[in-house]
């Protein structure tokens, strides 16, 4: 995979456990471009590498954005970040990739954001923005003290509705009479924690009208990745076969063999480590590729994905 180095030209706070991290190229020249709802992967200097979403305007190109926020529960990505990065580092990164796109000539368009989720919502936001499209957003958090970006969404009014569920005062969002009170050409955009995103989900699967106008984006996965093993992996490239067994995911064996493959989030949410498949029936457990995507079989995530059939083929 091809990758670019920046620098990290500035950090700024945010919330207490939330920051924003801007970077630039090394010589100042243009960024490659992206859109709202994209995404860059981020080598670290603890030899982890994390996707984070671009918050910034798609039509800045001498920029990249990125709100992380500090998890308590971090692997050791987030801490990573707060604590090892400082203004001047040069880092390694991807190019942009997008699996949470908007639809940009939607009537009417609703974001539905929880906590760090807000970060690909900013980007989508401004993009409405410049393109004179009906918009609103929904911002949930626990208390405003912890809400990050209250002076850069200030600025929209009304247009945002902020939902403090752990405050006296605070309104609860109900997503069920949300998505019920918009008509069928609305689009909904929903990120945030894996609690959100079901009910979000659930409620939509309640919603007259395409399901394709509702949109998530998750940050961790909803079921465990496939670890039974008990089958082959063939590499079309080399046509060296690597036994997947029990207890291992396929991205697993691929690693022990010394085989060299792109990867970061290993739950599959990210899409680093997308694979195209060439034979063999997949056992889909991503939250990127879409159902349909899922049933032609035409590429399959390896970091979190089994096999229904005894060999797989793949393009590596």
């Known amino acids: 995979m091809t990758t670019l180095q920046v620098r990290l030209h500035a950090i700024s706070y945010e919330a207490p456990t939330i920051n924003t991290y801007e970077l630039r190229t090394l010589d100042g020249a ?18 982890m590498t994390r996707s984070y979403s671009l918050c910034n305007a798609p039509h800045e190109t001498h920029r990249y954005l990125l709100g992380v926020n500090r998890d308590p529960a971090s692997r050791g990505g987030s801490q990573c970040v707060h604590e090892d990065l400082q203004v001047g580092t040069t880092l390694e990164i991807s190019a942009p990739r997008n ?9 009417h368009t609703v974001l539905v954001a929880g906590g760090i989720g807000i970060t690909p919502m900013l980007s989508m936001l401004q993009r409405l923005e410049a393109l004179g499209r009906s918009w609103e957003l929904h911002y949930c958090s626990r208390t405003r003290a912890v809400t990050g970006f209250i002076a850069a969404l200030a600025q929209y009014g009304a247009r945002v509705q902020w939902h403090h569920d752990a405050e006296a005062d605070g309104v609860r969002l109900d997503l069920a009479a949300l998505l019920q009170s918009h008509d069928t050409s609305t689009h909904f ?7 959100m995103l079901s009910g979000f989900e659930a409620a939509a699967a309640q919603c007259a009208g395409a399901p394709e106008r509702f949109h998530v984006e998750y940050f961790a ?20 076969l690597i036994p997947v067994r029990q207890g291992k995911t396929i991205l697993d064996a691929l690693v022990d063999a010394g085989v060299e ?4 989030c ?10 195209r498949v060439l034979e ?3 056992d889909h457990r991503d939250m990127v590729l879409t159902k349909g ?3 032609t079989n035409r590429s399959m995530m390896i970091c979190c994905s089994g096999s229904k059939s005894a060999c797989l083929v793949l393009d590596l």
């Open 280 to 282: 063999g029936v997949p």
């Open 293 to 295: 995507e899922q049933q």
């Open 266 to 275: 290993s739950q599959g949410v990210c899409g680093t480590c997308e694979t």
């Open 30 to 47: 243009a960024l490659p471009s992206f859109s709202a709802g994209a995404h860059i992967d981020v080598h670290l200097p603890n030899g």
């Open 99 to 107: 699996h949470f796109p908007l639809v940009e000539d939607a009537p």
């Open 189 to 195: 955009y929903c990120c945030g924690p894996s609690g």
């Open 261 to 264: 493959v792109s990867y970061s």
């Open 221 to 240: 996965a909803k079921e465990a990745s496939a670890a039974e093993g008990g089958f082959t992996v063939q590499l079309a490239r080399s046509g060296r």
